[in-house]
């Protein structure tokens, strides 16, 4: 069974830092393209960033020079580090496998004083 399961969200403060994690299991991990979508209440859920399986990466003008996204294919993980956090970055977090239509469930990230 292939499973996507997203940690580390959170309560943080306007400029403060988060690390979400994205674990991968059942299949196999170096192969796959992983993206970051997020989705703000009533909003439409957005695309945030990308690491292709060769390991380039890709943002949303909206978090370019704020968030990072790695991969260690040792332990089937991607990461989405996000610095210098606004309250309009609030939203449920989500990684995606599109070429398995495969979404995790989702952590929720709330950046407020």
């Known amino acids: 069974q292939i499973q996507l399961v997203e940690s580390g969200g959170g309560l943080v403060q306007p400029g403060g830092s988060l690390t979400l994690s994205c674990a991968v299991s059942?299949?196999?991990?170096?192969?796959?393209?992983i993206s970051w979508h997020r989705q703000a209440p009533g909003k439409q859920r957005e695309w945030v960033s990308s690491v292709t399986s060769g390991g380039r990466s890709n943002y949303a003008d909206s978090v370019k020079g704020r968030f990072t996204v790695l991969r260690d294919n040792a332990k089937n993980t991607v990461y989405l580090q996000m610095n210098s956090l606004k309250p309009e970055d609030t939203a449920v977090y989500y990684c995606?496998?599109?070429?398995?239509?495969?979404w995790g469930q989702g952590t929720q990230v709330t950046v407020s004083s």
């Open positions: 059942g299949i196999v991990f170096r192969f796959y393209d």
């Open positions: 995606f496998i599109s070429s398995l239509s495969l």
